[in-house]
């Protein structure tokens, strides 16, 4: 046997060796059961600050999954989603014309979720610190969603109330 056919031979079987575990692997059961244990329900507040609307996009809907799959698991999520900074931007009901026009599928992703998340019983609430300084009008933030007068002080509350803070950035 010559060297390349040796070393052939050998990639073979480590090959074969690897797609002989493969499906003992997709059969191991994912889930968060360690970090679970004994939790019968869940205080989260999620700090939400982004400043582009994809990213926006993405995390809400990373959070309606989050919720989903506390459900599965049996747990009761109870939370709490406070939006700061720039994000608002992306929670009006009356983008400026510019933000609209290139990031429009974006923006209305950002609406499903914030719907399907009040499905869910998720409160969310709006910096009106922010709604000022980002000049959005409150009465255009999206419907199930609250402006509060500060969204440090609703952080703080959330969490003195037992709220385990959840900070994206």
């Known amino acids: 046997m010559n060297n390349l056919t040796r070393i052939l031979a050998v990639s073979m079987f480590v090959a074969g060796g690897w797609l002989a575990a493969m499906p003992a692997q997709a059969e191991k059961t994912i889930d968060d059961s360690a970090a679970l244990n004994g939790v019968k329900e869940t205080r ?35 939370m709490v989603l406070v939006f700061i900074g720039k994000t608002v931007k992306y929670l009006s009901t009356s983008p400026d014309d510019l933000l609209a026009m290139e990031f429009e599928d974006q923006l209305a992703s950002i609406a499903e979720s914030s719907r399907a998340l009040k499905k869910l019983g998720v409160r969310m609430e709006v910096c009106a610190v922010a709604t000022r300084v980002f000049d959005v009008d409150n009465d255009t933030i999206l419907p199930g969603m609250d402006v509060v007068g500060d969204g440090f002080i609703s952080l703080i509350g959330w969490q003195t109330q037992g709220h385990k803070l959840v900070p994206i950035f």
């Open 44 to 78: 989260s507040v999620f700090l939400i600050d982004f400043t582009n609307p994809k990213k926006t996009a993405f995390y809400l809907d990373i959070i309606r999954g989050t919720h989903e799959g506390l459900v599965r698991q049996g747990v009761k999520p109870d």
